[in-house]
């Protein structure tokens, strides 16, 4: 019921906290299944100070909009672009319907289809309700990367794009999008890379030496890159990120919103009234961390992954499904769902609905978190 009378604020405050007592935390170590984290001290008292700022209505916030462009801009150079195009956005989700809607829109063909790997979020799904896109599946090889000759057999007329996942959801993988590539220019069609995870730790990986493949957009083919910065990026949520390799893609997408204190203002986002202050701490924590900056968070997750993997391995009953790409590690067990069921008794943030059980090395995942974990799992595995 809505109040007849308010309450005093202490006494609201106390409510909350205690209806929220069954939250996991991520300062407490137990979530180890999710791809975001506690953010950054810097991130939090930009969004504290600023959190006001609509983007929706840059012509109040003209500071916060070019703010926005230089967010933008420098995502583009971490992925090679010299002139980039997008939006810091609600996240992942959002980033890919707008990809997909503007493939769709620049392509104009009565019947569109897009042709994705197995592997792709969920988010292309609803793309496909909202767009009326076909989705067009293509499999999976047994290290799990897209199969790129079933990719090249399902392209027909009707095709508007291609789809590749650097950094899959459940393991990490990352496709071969060199090959993908070289399939949309002999076709002539573009392609979109879902980097949401892996756009903040490719490219930091690669500089480390780890053995990771190009993914951006030195490869002609690109036109598109999501990249969430509320992941790895310690932004916090929600900060997500399309990037465009030409104007004409955001342009295809872009509606007129005339009422607004800009005038004439064009929105490309899903969202109209959006959050300035998520934008304005992604540029917050680029111009702090730097590229050094991210490759020691980097470092640090992907040695933890490896680790973790190694003890995996010395448990009897479990198995890895595949070796770490990135910092994610995924393994099975007989009995995967008792054991889900009882870790979670314990405590523990995690998942097991695709079959294995998938843990983040997360900037907020500690080893002795993970040690903590492991004791558990060898009590609940028969």
């Known amino acids: 019921m809505f109040p007849e009378k308010g309450a ?3 006494e609201v405050l106390a409510e909350l906290e205690k209806k929220i007592e069954k939250d996991l935390t991520f300062d407490s170590g137990k979530i180890l299944g999710s791809m975001c984290t506690y953010p950054h001290p810097l991130a939090r008292r930009v969004i504290g100070k600023y959190i006001d700022r609509n983007l929706g209505d840059p012509g109040l916030h003209p500071g916060s909009q070019e703010i926005e462009r230089e967010a933008v801009r ?3 150079s971490l992925l090679h672009l010299n002139r980039a195009y997008g939006n810091i956005v ?17 392509a104009r063909v009565e019947k569109p289809e ?5 592997s792709a979020h969920f988010s292309f799904l609803k793309a496909s309700d909202l767009l009326g896109v076909k989705l067009v599946w293509a499999g999976l090889k047994e290290d799990y990367s897209v199969n790129v000759k079933d990719v090249e057999d399902k392209i027909t007329d009707n095709t508007i794009g291609i789809v590749g996942i650097a950094g ?9 999008i060199p090959a993908l590539s070289d399939l949309a220019v002999d076709y002539g069609i573009p392609l979109h890379v879902d980097a949401a995870f892996g756009g903040f730790v490719i490219p930091f990986a690669k500089a480390l030496g780890y053995d990771l493949p190009d993914f951006d957009f030195r490869l002609k083919g690109v036109q598109s890159i999501t990249i969430d910065p509320h992941k790895m990026g310690m932004v916090p949520i929600p900060a997500g990120g399309i990037i465009f390799r030409e104007r004409k893609f955001l342009e295809s997408i872009s509606i007129p919103a005339p009422y607004l204190a800009g005038g004439k203002v064009w929105q490309a986002t899903i969202t109209g009234t959006r959050p300035g202050a998520n934008a304005l701490a992604v540029w917050a924590m680029i ?3 730097g590229f050094e900056g991210y490759k020691r968070v980097v470092k640090e997750a992907m040695e933890l992954s490896r680790w973790f993997a190694r003890e995996l391995k010395r448990i009897p009953g479990v198995y890895l499904i595949r070796e770490p790409v990135l910092n994610i590690v995924s393994f099975g067990t007989e009995n995967l769902e008792t054991a889900e069921e009882e870790l979670k008794r314990r405590g523990w943030g995690i998942s097991a609905h695709r079959g294995y059980i998938r ?3 997360m900037p907020h995942v500690r080893r002795e978190h993970l040690e903590a974990f492991l004791g558990d799992l060898r009590e609940v595995i028969p």
């Open 90 to 106: 609600s996240g992942g989700t959002e980033a890919n319907i707008l990809a997909v809607r503007a493939f769709r829109n620049t």
């Open 287 to 289: 111009k702090h961390l």
């Open 168 to 176: 899959t959801t459940g393991l990490g993988v990352v496709d071969d």
């Open 74 to 76: 420098m995502l583009g």
């Open 8 to 10: 005093d604020e202490n």
């Open 114 to 118: 897009l042709i994705l790997p197995e």
């Open 359 to 361: 843990i983040v090395m």
